[in-house]
């Protein structure tokens, strides 16, 4: 079936829906896409049932019962499908539409750079200024953090929210705003790296450049998006969730999936915004691929967006400018997800073949790269090409034997527990496959452990992934400390950067922790003076030159390194 045939019969279907622009679009390039399709092998095309396999995507959330997903696709700047699936509003039986206004999570960091890169072409910023210069609140570190460290998640600064949940104040238990954000980042001390040396995600940079917007253009940066972007593109229903409690007409509720098989409310609740916020459809964000496409704002506008940041070590990383510039089934991709409270979002591009894919979900539980990679098949037919894991070399039972054990992260804490099942040599589920006898990759990934051998004892590994310039492993055993060994630990731990403090006790042969108003949890060994605690976090005592215990270290998520001091032991510590 030819392209316009497809879009002839799938929008007179009575759920699929084509804007005036794109019926105009439609009418006007009808010829030009029936040259293309000839003209241009690689293009995608459109199989005839098309509709049906993208409606076996999401059956699972085709319900008036289940909140559910929009999804559009476009072939070279036509729409050839647009689908809804699901409910808008389980309370009050709105189903979703394609025209149904979702939140787009994290996917909206390239809406935060193409702000930011708008006011560089306008000479009033420079991707290289150091981003003291419009924020002095933050602290000095030494090395520069540059808006381009912002924009590709090089800066080494830590993740503000991640920061704000160590306190148990996270950003689905306090309404944040932009103050909070650069308030939480001035009280850092330190970063997680030296910027540059490796990408680590952190929505901090990307909050941070929308203050800057903001500050450098004398107004609101979602005035400034909504002039310099929205209007400009006629992105009619896109907009920044800069207020919350704002009504918006259109927009659907969020939730989460509960155990029990239902749904409950999961709508953000703060006003921070440039990391996420977006409030978009998919005809709005298929639209804003296109302009990406096809240059609206320049050629420069376009190379600035997509230039991908180099490390410190000269190595490219995928990462630009809110967009992975990658390649996925095979093929080049450009795309990026998106994933807040209870809403689910996922667009991308795939050049080689003028496909546009743009998916928005208000369920919690809808996988984004996976359904969004899904509806991409559908299209991308046989240029798809799955990676195949690599036939490996053949390794010596005594040498994987040697390489299992526990090693951590000599920054972080962090632990990967290497085991041998069934002469395999495995990091959690993963399938290490040996391509020499000290080099393995991991599954089908571009990721690789090198293990060097620098002494008795088993050898450590680095890690060859483009997301580092260097990050290694060392072994080390694991630990089950006497009931004496627990109750040194026992003590208040005070962090002025998370402005927290912890109790712990020693209750029933284990550490627990108590933060006010009334939280706990159980620390578990894993190896000598570390503990993991609670969403993975890792707890690292310290000891002074004595061997005294002096404070802690605390890695968690986007978080390495923050230390506590101990500032008192309890009045009384149970020993069991």
């Not at 940041?309 to 400018?321: F, K, M, R, V, W």
């Not at 090693?407 to 990967?416: A, L, S």
Request: aromatic share 10%; hydrophobic share 35%; proline share 5%.
């Amino acid at each position: 079936m030819s392209v316009p045939d497809a879009l002839y019969r799938l929008n007179s279907q009575p759920d699929v829906r084509m804007t005036p622009t794109d019926l105009a679009r439609f009418t006007a390039c009808t010829a030009l896409a029936a040259t293309l399709a000839v003209a241009t092998p690689t293009m995608a095309q459109v199989p005839a049932d098309a509709a049906q396999r993208v409606d076996e995507i999401f059956s699972r959330w085709d319900s008036n019962t289940s909140a559910g997903c929009a999804v559009g696709v476009s072939v070279n700047g036509l729409t050839v499908l647009e689908r809804a699936y699901g409910m808008a509003d389980l309370e009050h039986g709105i189903p979703n539409t394609p025209a149904t206004i979702f939140e787009g999570g994290s996917l909206s960091k390239q809406f935060t750079s193409a702000a930011i890169v708008l006011l560089a072409m306008d000479g009033k910023i420079s991707l290289d200024d150091d981003v003291r210069k419009y924020i002095p609140e933050l602290p000095d570190y030494g090395d520069p953090i540059t808006l381009k460290h912002l924009m590709t998640h090089t800066s080494g600064l830590r993740d503000w929210g991640s920061v704000a949940q160590i306190s148990t104040w996270g950003r689905e238990q306090r309404s944040h705003d932009h103050d909070w954000v650069v308030d939480i980042l001035s009280r850092q001390t330190a970063l997680n790296y030296e910027p540059g040396r490796q990408y680590s995600y952190t929505n901090s940079g990307y909050n941070l450049l929308a203050v800057i917007v903001a500050r450098a253009s004398g107004m609101s940066f979602a005035e400034f998006s909504t002039e310099r972007v929205f209007k400009t593109l006629g992105l009619t229903n896109t907009q920044w969730r800069d207020d919350y409690r704002r009504i918006v007409p259109g927009r659907s509720s969020a939730y989460n999936a509960t155990q029990d098989g239902g749904w409950e409310i999961n709508r953000p609740i703060e006003y921070v915004h440039g990391n996420g916020g977006i409030l978009t459809t998919v005809g709005d964000l298929t639209r804003w691929n296109q302009a990406l496409t096809d240059e609206r704002f320049g050629p420069d506008f376009t190379r600035m967006m997509h230039d991908q940041a180099e490390l410190n070590d000269g190595s490219q990383i995928t990462y630009a400018g809110g967009l992975q510039v990658n390649r996925s089934m095979g093929v080049r991709t450009i795309s990026h997800t998106g994933s807040t409270a209870g809403y689910r979002a996922f667009a991308a591009r795939y050049p080689d073949q003028g496909l546009s894919v743009s998916m928005l979900c208000n369920a919690s539980n809808a996988p984004t790269g996976g359904n969004g990679q899904a509806v991409a098949r559908v299209y991308l037919g046989d240029a798809v090409q799955d990676p195949v894991a690599a036939e490996g070399v053949p390794v010596s039972a005594e040498t994987l034997e040697a390489y299992a054990g526990l090693y951590r992260d000599p920054v972080t804490g962090n632990t990967v527990n290497l085991r041998v099942s069934n002469g395999t040599l495995r990091a959690g589920t993963a399938r290490l496959t040996p391509l020499s006898d000290t080099r393995f990759q991991v599954g089908t990934r571009q990721t690789f452990y090198d293990f060097h051998k620098d002494g008795p004892g088993r050898p450590s590994f680095s890690v060859n992934s483009w997301e580092y310039t260097e990050l290694s492993y060392e072994p080390v055993d694991a630990w089950q400390p006497s009931s004496a060994e627990l109750a040194a630990f026992a003590g208040t731990y005070e962090s002025t950067e998370a402005e927290t403090t912890y109790e712990i006790t020693v209750e029933d042969g284990a550490l627990t922790v108590w933060q006010r108003p009334g939280h706990t949890f159980e620390l578990t060994p894993v190896y000598e003076n570390a503990f993991r605690g609670r969403s993975g976090s890792i707890l690292r005592f310290r000891r002074d030159a004595d061997g005294q215990i002096e404070g802690l270290s605390l890695s968690v998520s986007r978080v390495y390194d923050m230390h506590f001091k101990r500032t008192g032991r309890p009045a009384s510590v149970t020993d069991q």
